[in-house]
């Protein structure tokens, strides 16, 4: 029987991020339940940074993750994980108030954020119907490539020595003493230190372990691609409905892929797309763009979770100083991983926060905010 000093469960970005940042300075292990690492959440990612998305209480990790994403260190990544896209978020001619509440709430953030016309909007977004009259243009949105981020987190995390285990769930885990004892797939080990990155499950460990759930809530997310007449163009920005109803952008061929931006609560599992939410993704895009839709080409759903405010939660349990949450990072777990797993590596190790998260404040994010 293995003693490690951390085990962590889940390697999607938040297991294999945070395995990354630790696997030099302990000994690690990385269970996933599935196959292969992110096949419900990571897997299924829309796939753009933007540092509006999640709030201005989400904004400073998407903030101080951008130079990492952008250039990461060689030995992680020869390249970056990022490229230009844009994102214009707009609302009807009756919804001014959403502009500018927008616009409010991230007064303080320093962001680069401009209000437009419709006319601005409609010289990146040509089939934009008149009505939506109020748009703000935030031109450092980017796509972010998810599959070589996770990839360069998992592979960083093997060279680190620390040793993944897929198809491995979690059935039991007992408390000995000092240490924590696991029976995962066929096998059982022990730890000093349990990392709870089980995203969608993330409760349901905390239960196996004997502590208090925090109440993260797995939702879905459905997604659909279609092509339209005329063809979307590649360089069309992200564009987001400032009512929190759709998002959609451009994909490679000249179609689009767009969310009814829907949250619907679930059980922890594997999901599949929703036909009525479906038809409500693109009967909202035709209430947008003046382009005929041809066909569904692709559809497809996953989970996010989260807390009961909407915000991470990184840090040791109140009332278990070995079991660490790593969890509730909703839809923007992606955008946020370097900043949440140097933050999470700073309070796991007891080290100094890393220069890039001064502007953080890690209290905001406790796992004992729910005590």
């Known amino acids: 029987m293995k003693h490690f000093d951390v085990v ?21 292990l990385l269970l996933e339940a599935e196959d292969h690492p992110g096949y419900h959440s990571t897997g299924r990612s829309a796939a753009f940074w933007t540092e509006s998305y999640g709030g201005p209480l989400v904004q400073p990790l998407t903030t101080a993750s951008r130079a990492f994403l952008d250039n990461p260190p060689a030995e992680f990544s020869p390249t970056g994980f990022l490229r230009p896209r844009g994102a214009v978020n707009i609302a009807r001619d009756d919804e001014q108030n959403l502009a500018d509440q927008f616009l409010a709430d991230f007064a303080d953030n320093g962001l680069a954020m401009s209000r437009w016309s419709w006319a601005q909007a409609a010289a990146l977004v040509p089939d934009l119907k008149p009505i939506w009259k109020h748009a703000i243009h935030e031109p450092e949105c980017r796509d972010i490539n998810v599959a070589a981020l996770h990839a360069a987190y998992l592979a960083d995390a093997k060279r680190k020595a620390v040793d993944l285990k897929c198809r ?30 089980a995203g969608a499950w993330a409760d349901g460990i905390a239960r196996l372990a004997g ?153 905001l994010y406790a796992a004992s905010r729910f005590s």
Do not use: C
């Open 168 to 197: 491995a769930p979690v059935t039991r885990i007992r408390k000995h003493g000092r240490v924590w004892e696991l029976i995962a797939g066929d096998e059982t080990y022990r730890a000093t230190v349990l990392v709870n990155a």
């Open 8 to 28: 962590i469960i889940g390697a999607g970005i938040a297991g294999a991020s945070i395995a990354s940042e630790i696997g030099a300075d302990r000994s690690v």
């Open 211 to 363: 502590v208090k759930s925090v109440g993260i809530q797995p939702l879905i997310r459905n997604m659909v691609q279609i092509e339209t007449d005329p063809p979307s163009s590649q360089d069309m920005p992200l564009v987001v409905g400032l009512d929190g109803s759709f998002y959609f952008k451009p994909e490679a061929g000249g179609s689009y892929w767009l969310s009814p931006h829907d949250e619907i609560p679930t059980e922890p599992g594997d999901v599949a797309p929703d036909e009525l939410s479906v038809a409500i993704a693109i009967d909202r895009f035709e209430k947008v763009m003046d382009v005929q839709v041809k066909r569904v080409t692709r559809k497809w759903a996953g989970l996010r979770s989260f807390a009961p405010d909407r915000l991470p939660v990184i840090g040791f349990d109140s009332a278990s100083a070995d079991f660490f949450w790593f969890a509730g990072q909703g839809g923007f777990g992606i955008q946020t991983a370097p900043a949440a797993a140097k933050l999470a590596r700073s309070i796991l190790l007891g080290q100094t926060p890393d220069e890039s998260l001064q502007t953080i404040d890690a209290s």
